[in-house]
């Protein structure tokens, strides 16, 4: 008698925990796809193929039961092996048939790394992409956040989608009366400048203050991240952004190269978020006119020359210990 217990209880434990598994804990991601005219017969069998459900009756039984079979729509469908059945159900009739991909656009972020992510994606194809951006110049209005796309989408919407969030974030902002006598424009290109500058969020307000110090001055604004844009993709080091500048690079000829000329750069060199927007429009009350990374996030800024050399100077010694 108390080997049958002990044998009825090892049996109740183990379908409990193959219900658990069942209901709570299913396997691996899988993209499933309802084709056009699919009848439930057909979709049972293809579930159980992908190891989705465990039986193709019950599932059937299911969608007979709860009348269901009429409201299964085509599209594709994100599901996960070892399914229940109901969990399978309930998935199906609570989205839209539609598998959304997750894209981040992280801040400072170019057109072109933008489009390569589209592509490996498989959203939309780069090339179209970067064709919009050109012809438009939509370089600094392409909004970094998260935004759920489909696969296959043209490019037009997914550039709209980017714009729309621009505009309704960024642009309110640009609509009133800029500081310093700046257009949207140049408030967006020194945004850029700032966001590939910025590590810690405190300095934003200063380099964007130190940039709008020496266009008052009519300085050069000797910054290296548009001396990166010009440069481009860098093959050797599989980047958009050249990681070590060399004084070779300060020499490269573009109108992007505000080591060489004197103003602004024609246009955004990457897509700045609302922090660094807002730090152009809010810069520090700061006279300074020059920083340098302390290799630890932050910046130290100076107004006068010389006392930027020696911080400039403090830094590499404190580089090379």
Request: charged fraction near 25%; glycine fraction near 8%; include cysteine.
């Amino acid at each position: 008698m108390k080997k049958i217990k002990i044998l009825t209880l090892a049996a109740v434990l183990a379908l409990a925990g193959f219900g658990l598994m069942h209901y709570f804990y299913p396997g691996s991601e899988v993209l499933f796809d309802i084709k056009e005219g699919s009848n439930g017969t057909q979709i049972a069998r293809e579930l159980k193929e992908q190891r989705i459900i465990a039986s193709t009756g019950w599932f059937r039984a299911l969608l007979h039961f709860t009348n269901a079979r009429k409201r299964l729509r085509p599209g594709r469908y994100k599901l996960r092996t070892h399914m229940s059945s109901e969990a399978v159900i309930w998935t199906l009739f609570h989205t839209d048939g539609k598998y959304y991909i997750r894209l981040g656009v992280p801040e400072g972020f170019r057109a072109e790394q933008i489009a390569e992510k589209l592509q490996s994606l498989g959203i939309t194809k780069g090339d179209d992409f970067m064709k919009i951006v050109r012809d438009e110049k939509l370089e600094g209005q392409l909004f970094p956040s998260t935004y759920f796309m489909g696969e296959h989408v043209p490019a037009r919407q997914v550039a709209d989608m980017m714009l729309h969030e621009f505009n309704a974030q960024v642009r309110p902002l640009l609509g009133g009366a800029l500081p310093d006598g700046l257009n949207a424009q140049q408030v967006l290109t020194i945004a850029s400048i700032v966001e590939r500058e910025a590590v810690v969020q405190e300095d934003r307000p200063l380099i964007a203050a130190v940039y709008i110090n020496r266009l008052k001055k009519n300085m050069l604004l000797e910054a290296d991240p548009t001396v990166q844009y010009a440069l481009g993709y860098i093959s050797q080091e599989k980047s958009w952004w050249k990681r070590r500048m060399l004084l070779g690079d300060l020499k490269v000829e573009s109108p992007y190269n505000t080591y060489r000329y004197i103003g602004m750069p024609p246009g955004p060199i990457c897509n700045p978020g609302l922090d660094s927007v807002k730090a152009v429009l809010n810069p520090a009350p700061i006279a300074a006119l020059y920083f340098v990374a302390d290799r630890q996030g932050h910046h130290i800024f100076n107004e006068d020359y010389k006392e930027h050399l020696k911080a400039k100077h403090l830094v590499e010694m404190q580089s090379a210990r």
